[in-house]
T-cell receptor, first 116, second 118 residues
Framework: AQSVTQLGSHVSVSEGALVLLRCNYS??????LFWYVQYPNQGLQLLLK??????LVKGINGFEAEFKKSETSFHLTKPSAHMSDAAEYFC??????????????FGAGTRLFVKA | EPEVTQTPSHQVTQMGQEVILRCVPI?????FYWYRQILGQKVEFLVS????????KSEIFDDQFSVERPDGSNFTLKIRSTKLEDSAMYFC????????????????FGPGTRLTVL
C-alpha cells in the first residue's frame, strides 16, 4: 500500500538559508510524486512533480526535488529561503489505478517557518 | 488556463442537515475525485469517479456520502446527514485520460469548500 512520510512537522529556517523538507514514500509500483504548497486558508498549489522522466525536478518559486529510488525519497529543497515561502508543504504519491485514474496519498505536511 | 472550480467557498450548516458541494472539473477531464482535509491535518482521499460510477472509495466514504455527475459539467458530493466531524475543507480534483497528453498523471485540484457543521 502507498504511504508517505514527511520527517518533521515543523521546520524553521532563516531568510536566505537552505530549505530542506524531507519526504519518503512507499509504493508497490513506480510512483508519481508531487509536492504541494498550501498557504493559510487556501487550496493546494502544485510546486513540482516527478513522473519518471528526469530524477531532478525543478518547480515554481525556485524549489526543486530529487527522486532517489534507492532511498525511496523525494526531498524538497530551495537554496535560499524567502519570507513568502512560509507555508504548509505536502508531499504526495499517486498510483495509477486499473480504471486509468489515480489515487493520491498525502503526507502529514511540514509547516515551514522563515525567520527574518 | 483551465482550472477546477468549486462552490460555495464556505458552507455553514447545522448538524443533521444535508449538504451538496459542487465542483466543475476541467472540461476534457474524465476522472473526478473528492478529497478532504480536516483542519490541521493531512489531505485524505475520499472517492474517485469515472464513467458515471465510483471507481474507488476510502473507508471514510460511508453511506452518508454520495457523488454524482448530474450533467456534463458538474460533479457533486452530497453528505446526507452532516456530523460535527464532517467539518473540513473538501477538495475536488480531476485528471485527463491517459491518451490525452503529458499531464494525464496529474490531478488538478480545485480551491476547496470549507464546510463547517454546527
Amino acid at each position: 500500500a502507498q504511504s508517505v512520510t514527511q520527517l518533521g512537522s515543523h521546520v524553521s529556517v532563516s531568510e536566505g538559508a537552505l530549505v530542506l523538507l524531507r519526504c519518503n514514500y512507499s509504493s508497490s509500483v513506480p510512483p508519481y510524486l508531487f509536492w504541494y504548497v498550501q498557504y493559510p486558508n487556501q487550496g493546494l498549489q502544485l510546486l513540482l512533480k516527478y513522473t519518471s522522466a528526469a530524477t531532478l525536478v525543478k518547480g515554481i518559486n525556485g524549489f526543486e526535488a530529487e527522486f532517489k529510488k534507492s532511498e525511496t525519497s523525494f526531498h524538497l529543497t530551495k537554496p535560499s529561503a524567502h519570507m513568502s515561502d512560509a507555508a504548509e508543504y505536502f508531499c504526495a504519491v499517486s498510483e495509477p489505478r486499473g480504471t486509468g485514474g489515480f489515487k493520491t496519498i498525502f503526507g502529514a505536511g511540514t509547516r515551514l517557518f522563515v525567520k527574518a | 488556463e483551465p482550472e477546477v472550480t468549486q462552490t460555495p467557498s464556505h458552507q455553514v450548516t447545522q448538524m443533521g442537515q444535508e449538504v451538496i458541494l459542487r465542483c466543475v472539473p476541467i472540461s476534457n477531464h474524465l476522472y473526478f475525485y473528492w478529497y478532504r482535509q480536516i483542519l490541521g491535518q493531512k489531505v485524505e482521499f475520499l472517492v474517485s469517479f469515472y464513467n458515471n460510477e465510483i471507481s474507488e472509495k476510502s473507508e471514510i466514504f460511508d453511506d452518508q456520502f454520495s457523488v454524482e455527475r448530474p450533467d456534463g459539467s458538474n460533479f457533486t458530493l452530497k453528505i446526507r446527514s452532516t456530523k460535527l466531524e464532517d467539518s473540513a475543507m473538501y477538495f475536488c480534483a480531476s485528471s485527463e485520460d491517459r491518451s490525452s497528453g503529458r499531464n494525464y498523471n496529474e490531478q488538478f485540484f480545485g480551491p476547496g469548500t470549507r464546510l463547517t457543521v454546527l
